[in-house]
C-alpha cells in the first residue's frame, strides 16, 4: 500500500528502465515487453530518444524520459537508418557531453522511491553498457530479432574463418552447412558493404551481451529449438530467455504506433470472403524503386484477388508521394484498397486474411506466423533474408519471389500462395505453427515461465 513519489495507487516494489531502439520494428517489441513487465506489478521509465520521439499522452502508464541523442538533423532526414543509428550511439556516449549517463544519473536520483532494477536496452544501442555501468546499473539485452540471426551474429568470426565472408557473388547459393539452412546469401551480412564497420559494431554488440545479466530474445523455443539451444551453450551469462511471441503477451500494440493507423480497413475486410485478401506490406523502412511500384501495382491489379496494400508515404524512393498508374483505381474498384499503414496485427488475424506479401521483418514474420498466414517473401536487408530462408525452408509456410519485380511474375506468385495446392499446404503449416504459437502462449507455457523467470531475476537484482 502506500502511494509513491508519482501519487499512484498501490506502491510498485521496484522499477525498470527500457530503452527501445526508435524504429517501428523495435519499438514494438520493447514496449510489448514493458507492458508484460508492468503487468507483474514493475514500474516502468521508457527512455526515448529525440528521434523518433515517442508520445507520452499515449501511455499513461510509463513515466518517459527523453535522451538527447545527437543526430544532425541531415542524417534524421535522409531515412538512412544505418546512419542514423551510428550517429545515435555517437552522440550519446560523447565524451564531452556524456549524455545518456547523464540521463540515468538523474532518473537513478529522481525514482528512489521505486528504486530502479535494471535497464533493459535494445541491443543495437551501443551507448548503453558503458552508461549504465558507469552508474551502477544492471544492463538486460532485448534482441528484436530471431535467434538464428543472433547466432549469425555468434558465428561471425567462424564465417570469416571458414571463408564463407566477405561474400563472394560465386558463392552466393552455397550452403553455411554449420548455420543450417542459411547460404551465404541469407546472412546478415551479404546486405553490408563495409565489412570493417560491421565486425566492430558486432563485436561490441556480443561483448554488451556478454557483460549483461540477460539477454531476451523475441522468439519461441518451439520455433527455433536448435538455433536457443545453440546461443544457451556458448553464452556465458545466467539467463537467455525466449518468451515471444511478445505482441501477443500485450493489449495495448496499436499504441506504439509512429504512423496513424487506418482503421477503416478492418470494417472493409468485413465485407470480403473468408481467406480471400492478399494483405501487402513491406514494413517500416523497405521500399520500392518507382518501376517496382508499378510492377507491383499492376501485380495486384492482374492477379483478380482482393487485396488490402500498404503504401507509406515513403514507400517509393525518389517521388514526393506514391504515383499510381493510370487505370490503377479502375482496374481494382471495389477488390483492391491501398492504405498509408494499417493495424497489422488486427489484419493478419482477420478472417478474410489468407495470405501476407511481406518483406519479411522479424514482427511481421511472427505477426504472421501467430495468426496461421502464409507468406509470400520479398526480403530487401539486414535479417530479412534469414527470415525469409526459414519461412520457407524450416516452416514451409511462405516462398520468395526472387529476383526482378515484374507483374506477370508476381499474379503467378499470387495465384500459388492464394489458389494453388502449394499455397493450401503452406496455409496448413501456418494453421499447425499458430497452435504452437497458442500453446506457448496457455498458462504455464514457455512465454509465462521465461516472463517468470525475468520478474524473478529483475526482483533479485
Ligand atoms: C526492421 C527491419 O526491417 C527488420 O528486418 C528487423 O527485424 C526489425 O527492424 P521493419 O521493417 O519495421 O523492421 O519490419 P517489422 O520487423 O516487420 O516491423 C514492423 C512493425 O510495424 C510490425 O510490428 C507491424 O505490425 C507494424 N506495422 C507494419 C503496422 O503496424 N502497420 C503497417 O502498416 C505495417
Known amino acids: 500500500g502506500g502511494g509513491d513519489a508519482g501519487g499512484r495507487k498501490s506502491r510498485r516494489p521496484r522499477r525498470v528502465l527500457v530503452f527501445p531502439l526508435p524504429f517501428q520494428g523495435h519499438i514494438n517489441p520493447m514496449l510489448q515487453l514493458a507492458d508484460t513487465l508492468h503487468a507483474r506489478g514493475l514500474a516502468v521509465t521508457v527512455l526515448h530518444t529525440h528521434f523518433n520521439a515517442l508520445d507520452p499522452a499515449r501511455r499513461p502508464e510509463f513515466r518517459f524520459v527523453p535522451v538527447p541523442d545527437g543526430v544532425p538533423a541531415g542524417v534524421a532526414a535522409s531515412g538512412d537508418a544505418i546512419d542514423i543509428l551510428h550517429a545515435m550511439n555517437a552522440g550519446m556516449e560523447a565524451e564531452e557531453s556524456a549524455a545518456l549517463r547523464g540521463v540515468l544519473e538523474s532518473v537513478l536520483a529522481d525514482e528512489e522511491k521505486t528504486p530502479a532494477a535494471c535497464i533493459v536496452f535494445d541491443a543495437n544501442l551501443l551507448a548503453v553498457p558503458r552508461a549504465a555501468a558507469a552508474v551502477g546499473l544492471k544492463t538486460v539485452v532485448l534482441r528484436t530479432a530471431s535467434a538464428a540471426c543472433f547466432g ?12 564463407y565472408l566477405p561474400p563472394q557473388e560465386s558463392k552466393m547459393y552455397m550452403p553455411v552447412k554449420e548455420l543450417p539452412p542459411l547460404r551465404v546469401r541469407d546472412l546478415f551480412y551479404s546486405s553490408w558493404s563495409d565489412q570493417e564497420k560491421m565486425r ?45 511471441p511478445l505482441h501477443k503477451l500485450s493489449s495495448k500494440n496499436t499504441a506504439s504506433s509512429l504512423l496513424d493507423e487506418d482503421c477503416d480497413c478492418i470494417k472493409w475486410l468485413d465485407k470480403q470472403p473468408p481467406k480471400s485478401v492478399l494483405y501487402v506490406s513491406f514494413g517500416s523502412l523497405a521500399s520500392l524503386d518507382p518501376n517496382e511500384f508499378l510492377e507491383v501495382a499492376w501485380g495486384l491489379a492482374t492477379s483478380g484477388h482482393p487485396f488490402l496494400w500498404v503504401v ?63 507468406m509470400i517473401c520479398r526480403p530487401q536487408f539486414a535479417d530479412q533474408m534469414m527470415n525469409t530462408r526459414y519461412v520457407e525452408k524450416t516452416w514451409g509456410v511462405g516462398f520468395e519471389l526472387e529476383g526482378e519485380l515484374e507483374r506477370g511474375k508476381i499474379e503467378k506468385a499470387i495465384r500459388k500462395l492464394m489458389e494453388e495446392r502449394e499455397g493450401a499446404e503452406m496455409r496448413e503449416r501456418a494453421m499447425e505453427l499458430k497452435m504452437k504459437v497458442a500453446d506457448c502462449l496457455k498458462p504455464g507455457g514457455s512465454s509465462e515461465i521465461a516472463i517468470d523467470k525475468l520478474v524473478r531475476h529483475i526482483l533479485s537484482l
Not at 549469425?152 to 571463408?163: D, E, S, T
Open 152 to 163: 549469425c551474429f555468434m558465428a561471425y568470426p567462424m564465417l570469416h574463418q571458414k571463408g
Open 200 to 244: 566492430n559494431l558486432l563485436a561490441r554488440a556480443m561483448e554488451a551481451v556478454n557483460n549483461s545479466s540477460g539477454l531476451v530474445i523475441n522468439t519461441f523455443d518451439a520455433l527455433e529449438p536448435a538455433e536457443l539451444e545453440r546461443i544457451r551453450d556458448e553464452l556465458r551469462i545466467p539467463m537467455v530467455l525466449a518468451p515471444g
Open 312 to 374: 507509406r508515404p515513403d514507400s517509393v524512393r525518389g517521388l514526393d508521394g506514391p504515383g499510381f498508374p493510370n487505370g490503377f483505381e479502375a482496374a481494382v474498384e471495389g477488390r483492391g484498397k491501398v492504405i498509408r499503414w494499417a493495424p497489422q496485427q488486427e489484419v493478419l488475424a482477420h478472417r478474410a486474411v489468407g495470405g501476407f506479401w511481406t518483406h519479411n521483418g522479424w514482427n511481421s514474420t511472427l505477426e504472421s506466423i501467430s495468426e496461421g498466414v502464409p
